[in-house]
């Protein structure tokens, strides 16, 4: 259990921040830390197992016949991450507390960091792909909030907004290509997938898996064509920067490749899309980062770049290249949120992030120069940091492959391209900020001159530690390194993994000439930049973010237009277009009926069923013809639902008839609330064109469903009606077989019912909360309402019939596991009896006496469900999983209790609040005066 502990503590640590964010910022920092830190020893703990080859786990059953289990595991990669999300995630929260300025709200700020720690951690963690998906969304909306979080800026508004669809659209693909890969290996348990990759391999629909799994990773992890998004988030504050677009959310996507290369990899397939992928990301990037003027600009497109670097490795699929992968991932997380904090210390001190407006700083900032130089060091990979180390491991690699057989050549011609950029932009960015004299305008020259220095020592110390910690990297690599990069490796390839000798020097070879030729020719680009840039100039780059805009108005236009010619108010045509779109989908299905007539013949008829078939048609017709009169239309259609209830009844279906007659009881309620507020006479003129087009449609419909129900009534189909009556009394307790399904078998159905029902009823009520609509003196032909709203005798009748109602209420629920009953229909019997005393004497009169909340009981309702079903968690049962047992009272005898009737409370306290907060607030918005205009 002390795996569900690591979660737990960053879910806790949540709330944390807004509960002391009224004791000061450093009050509030320090309580926040306290959550991370906690998690990061309990993943330690898990460290020697880890690094001895073992994968520990946790599996606790959740819904498994949706196969999503709440499953959990450490293993080499997983630990690697969780140093990264728990370790420098606590360094910059750390740094945050410095960072942020007074005015800023310390606790949202804090508190949405540890939500998005939470969502990497359970990307990290995740043994089950549904619950990895889970977590990687909400990865998807924490970044939102924390890059919009200065929602005051356009920029920061955009940002999120591009962030968040990008991301959002890679994630729906995400879903089906893991939909696709538990169809295939049978299980979304990530560890029997992880060990079935070659049935997935051999799958049909690989090709496929492929493109949205990769769909998903590259969107989340900015590699081209999607590296658009990554730039325009820097408007985030930059810890945000520092902690999701460095060390941890931007990594998402390659711990996603990295994870499922046991199931997908070793292809042709699989490692051209990241081989090629990869280059282009890692070319394309290093590009723009030396030409970008802004500071985190310079940063965002390194990041990409290096990102591209991480997924060509994984592209290279060679033992040794994994292994470099995984070595990479630490180091770049390492220099990189170094170097994010670095600027932020500039732009905090300086006030900007222009490049070109900054320089000679060295003299002023000498701590921050250092951190900067240690740190920008590591992403140029120069000797003897650990950038050289995994830099020079790819150029090893490249030189391997032949994955493009005779053009495998370009690979490594095309990395010490990608290389020379790198050494070109980092040391742009150490010379032009902290040696080069500032490139200043005329009018930028005679303002005063910036007059900075080294920020406070809590500002500065998380990025020297972290500068440092690539040093002694590079310097120790197989002390400090080597046992994790190993384990991680072991994950990432799912066999041994081979010996690594981590080392600066391996001797004088063709990757260490590579390397040497890579920073000659960084310098030498850093000398020529200016002319790079203007040949730059030639081409210019056009701004992602017009572009995403222009997307997305371009689509919204297009919504509108197609709306427009769909939409012209006419409900008639609306239903229209649905009954011709159901006719033309049913009618292809019914095509293919070689015969409508099945083997099991039909039954007889008497004269029962006649009469009842009669009279239904009788009252569907007569509601049509009377539409004009729309209370004998709603009359003539309750003759319709009656009938349906005595079918119910006819057939042995009691429960389905109690709930029909109690939903139809209700539902003309409501249809008579509602027909108050419209017309009174529809419009008298109707062409003969619209009659002809709906009787032709309401014909076609009619026949077709009559096609369908005789099609199907006439087959023997299999049926789980008799797994149900087998299993009723021993698996669920209870001899009423449809109240059983509704609260055990089917529960987690009915859950999600009433969440609906409740959500619907809130919104009602918040719709219709303080509306006040005219209230007209007679109807259409003049005549006067009466004056007397509440009439005695139905005052009368209603408090004789409530105490019986609620009666009758009690024992239909107290029934309904063993016979026709439940909550839902007893819910529906005690709103009907509370309505019916709003209806006899008055909102305000029955409110006096009847002070309740509706929306708490309705939430009630869904907190005592949801209690039930977290209940059975704490014995080691699935969700929602009852349990039933039989007891002995002296006086009472022999009962049965069974902890579904505590779900069925839940129901009928939802069914009730919902249904009253709809009914009791439409039927109090007329008001007897003309609103005024600040009442409207």
């Known amino acids: 259990m002390s795996l569900l502990w690591i979660p737990l503590l960053t879910i806790a640590g949540i709330v944390v921040p807004v509960m002391t964010s009224r004791h000061g910022r450093r009050t509030c920092v320090n309580a926040t830390l306290v959550a991370p830190l906690l998690a990061l020893a309990l993943a330690l703990s898990q460290a020697p197992a880890v690094l001895a080859g073992d994968v520990v786990s946790l599996q606790i059953p959740w819904m498994p016949l949706l196969g999503l289990d709440l499953a959990l595991r450490i293993d080499g990669l997983t630990l690697l991450f969780a140093l990264l999300i728990l370790g420098i995630g606590s360094l910059i929260l750390y740094y945050a507390g410095h960072y942020l300025s007074a005015d800023e709200d310390d606790g949202r700020f804090l508190a949405y960091m540890m939500l998005f720690m939470t969502a990497m951690l359970g990307i990290a963690m995740a043994d089950n792909l549904i619950l990895l998906w889970l977590f990687w969304e909400l990865t998807s909306i924490s970044s939102f909030l924390l890059i919009g979080f200065w929602g005051h800026r356009s920029d920061a508004r955009r940002g999120a907004r591009m962030a968040l669809a990008v991301t959002g659209a890679g994630g729906l693909a995400l879903l089906a290509g893991f939909l696709l890969i538990g169809q295939a290996a049978g299980t979304f348990a990530l560890g029997e997938v992880?060990?079935?990759?070659d049935v997935v391999r051999a799958s049909e629909h690989y090709t496929?898996?492929?493109a949205l799994v990769l769909f998903g990773a590259f969107t989340k992890s900015a590699q081209f064509p999607f590296h658009f998004w990554l730039p325009h988030a820097m408007a985030a504050p930059t810890p945000v920067s520092a902690f999701l677009h460095s060390a941890t959310m931007v990594k998402a996507g390659v711990f996603l490749m990295a994870r499922l290369n046991p199931a997908l990899g070793d292809t042709a397939l699989w490692s051209l899309c990241l081989t090629l992928a990869g280059l282009a990301t890692m070319l394309y990037a290093a590009w723009f980062a030396l030409l970008e003027r802004d500071l985190k600009g310079i940063l965002a497109f390194s990041t990409v770049s290096h990102l591209g670097l991480i997924t060509l490795l994984l592209g290279l699929g060679s033992p040794l290249?994994?292994?470099?992968?995984?070595f990479h991932i630490l180091n770049h997380a390492i220099f990189k949120a170094a170097l994010f904090m670095s600027v932020g210390i500039i732009d905090h001190e300086a006030g900007t992030r222009d490049i070109d407006r900054l320089g000679a700083l060295w003299s002023m900032m000498p701590l921050t120069g250092t951190l900067?130089?240690?740190?920008?060091?590591?992403?140029?990979g120069i000797p003897p940091f650990n950038g050289f180390l995994?830099?020079?491991m790819l150029l090893?690699?490249?030189?391997?492959t032949g994955l493009l057989g005779a053009l495998s050549g370009i690979i490594p011609l095309l990395v010490v391209l990608a290389a020379t950029l790198s050494v070109a932009y980092s040391l742009r960015l150490i010379w032009s900020l902290f040696f080069a004299a500032p490139k200043l305008t005329r009018e930028e020259k005679a303002q005063p001159p910036l007059k900075v220095h080294d920020p406070a020592r809590g500002m500065l110390a998380p990025g020297l530690f972290l500068a440092v910690m690539s040093l002694l990297v590079g310097l120790f690599p197989m002390t400090l390194a080597d046992p994790l990069v190993s384990a991680a490796s072991l994950a990432i390839q799912g066999a041994s993994t081979p010996e690594l000798n981590l080392a600066l020097w391996h001797g004088l070879n063709l990757p260490l000439l590579m390397s040497a030729i890579a920073v000659a020719g960084g310098v030498v680009v850093l000398r020529q930049q200016r002319r790079f840039a203007a040949v730059a100039t030639l081409f210019p780059a056009r701004d992602a973010s017009r572009i995403f805009e222009a997307a997305v108005v371009r689509v919204i236009k297009a919504a509108l237009w197609l709306t427009l010619r769909l939409e012209n108010g006419s409900l008639q045509r609306y239903q229209a277009l649905l009954i011709l779109c159901a006719l033309a989908m049913v009618g292809i299905g019914l095509m293919k009926l070689d015969t409508l007539t099945g083997a099991a013949g039909l039954q007889s008829l008497d004269a029962m069923l006649v009469l009842g078939a009669?009279?239904?048609?009788?009252?569907?017709?007569?509601?049509?013809l009377s539409h004009r009169w729309r209370l004998v239309s709603i009359l003539m259609l309750s003759v319709v639902g009656l009938m349906v209830s005595l079918a119910f009844v006819r057939f042995s279906a009691p429960d389905l008839a109690l709930t029909q007659l109690s939903v139809e009881v209700v539902t003309m309620i409501l249809m008579i609330l509602a027909l108050f507020f419209l017309p009174q006479r529809p419009p008298l003129l109707v062409s003969g064109r619209r009659i002809l087009r709906d009787l032709i449609l309401a014909v076609a419909m009619g026949l077709v469903i009559a096609m369908l129900n005789y099609a199907l009534l006439t087959r023997e189909t299999l049926s789980i009606a008799d797994y149900f009556l087998r299993e009723s009394v021993p698996g669920g307790g209870g001899s009423n077989v449809v109240n059983v399904i509704l609260v055990d078998f089917r529960g987690f159905d009915t859950f999600g019912e009433i969440t609906v029902l409740t959500l619907a009823g809130l919104a009602t009520f918040k719709l219709l909360n303080r509306l006040k609509l005219f209230m007209p003196a007679g109807n259409v032909e003049g005549i006067r309402w009466s004056q007397q709203r509440h009439p005695m005798i139905l005052a009368v009748v209603s408090q004789i019939l409530l105490p019986l109602a609620l009666l009758v209420s009690v024992y239909i629920f107290l029934r309904g596991h063993?016979?026709?009953?439940?909550?839902?229909?007893?819910?529906?019997?005690?709103?009907?009896?509370?309505?019916?005393?709003?209806?006899?004497?008055?909102?305000?009169?029955t409110r006096a006496r009847l002070p309740v909340s509706y929306p708490v009981i309705a939430v009630s309702g869904l907190a005592v469900a949801l209690a039930t079903g977290v209940g059975s968690w704490l014995f080691g049962y699935p969700f929602l999983t009852a349990s039933f047992g039989h007891f002995h009272l002296p006086l009472i005898g022999d009962f049965e209790l069974a902890s579904a009737m505590l779900f069925d409370l839940g129901v009928f306290l939802a069914v009730v609040g919902a249904t009253l907060m709809i009914l009791v607030n439409l039927g109090r918005v007329t008001t007897i005066h003309r609103p005024s205009l600040e009442e409207r």
């Open 194 to 197: 992880l060990a079935a990759g």
């Open 208 to 210: 496929l898996i492929v």
């Open 321 to 326: 290249a994994l292994a470099a992968a995984a």
């Open 372 to 380: 900067t130089l240690l740190a920008g060091a590591a992403m140029a």
């Open 390 to 392: 995994s830099k020079e």
């Open 396 to 400: 090893d690699q490249s030189l391997q």
């Open 614 to 624: 009669a009279l239904a048609i009788f009252g569907a017709i007569g509601s049509a």
């Open 818 to 845: 063993n016979q026709p009953g439940g909550g839902f229909i007893a819910g529906l019997i005690t709103a009907t009896a509370l309505l019916l005393q709003y209806m006899a004497r008055g909102h305000d009169w």
